[in-house]
């Protein structure tokens, strides 16, 4: 069994995995508080967008590093359905809040998901489906989904967006806690 836990009185989100074996439940079965001591590194950090930031994108998708540059002059994006734009942060972080700069270029009919890298079950997993492209040049506001954890997160193409015939365009996309 693994599992991932956190919780600090201070709030401050630490989490390691935890394997327990043995002969069943019965070789504690009086025990009522287990202690456990850190290996070392914390995981479970909130993600900034400088975390966001800091490893290029790559995928399927055409010019993938641009999509989490910083630079909203410069666009990335999806072609075909099924194509992929992933950013990899490096660490273990949890993520709970996502934006995308659009394109004028894009007509909105174009569809997108934000998958997450399960860490539990080692499988890409839907986060938030359904996505529009944006077809104005700013940022959207701040969504706020469920919490996760996780090391990388991927946008995936549903549906491309048919307005201009470039496909589906982001200027950047940004996915933090």
């Not at 630079?71 to 972080?93: M, Q």
């Not at 700013?138 to 990388?152: F, I, M, N, Q, R």
């Amino acid at each position: 069994m693994v599992a991932y836990f956190s919780g600090r009185s201070d709030g401050n989100r630490e989490g390691y995995k935890l394997l327990i074996t043995g002969n069943g439940i019965d070789a504690v079965e009086d025990a009522t508080t287990i202690t456990l001591t850190s290996p070392g590194a914390a995981v479970g950090l909130e993600a900034t967008v400088a975390m966001f930031q800091a490893n290029p994108a790559t995928g399927t998708g055409y010019w993938p590093a641009r999509i989490n540059d910083n630079d909203t002059g410069t666009i990335g994006g999806h072609n075909a359905v099924g194509e992929y734009i992933e950013v990899d942060f490096g660490k273990v972080v949890y993520i709970k809040r996502w934006r995308q700069y659009g394109e004028f270029n894009n007509g909105g009919d174009g569809r997108w998901k934000i998958q997450y890298y399960n860490l539990a079950t080692h499988a890409w997993t839907d986060w938030v489906t359904g996505l529009a492209t944006r077809s104005t040049r700013d940022w959207s506001g701040y969504s706020t989904v469920t919490e996760v954890l996780t090391d990388k997160i991927r946008s995936v193409c549903e549906v491309v967006d048919t307005f201009s015939g470039a496909g589906s365009q982001f200027r950047e996309i940004e996915v933090i806690y």
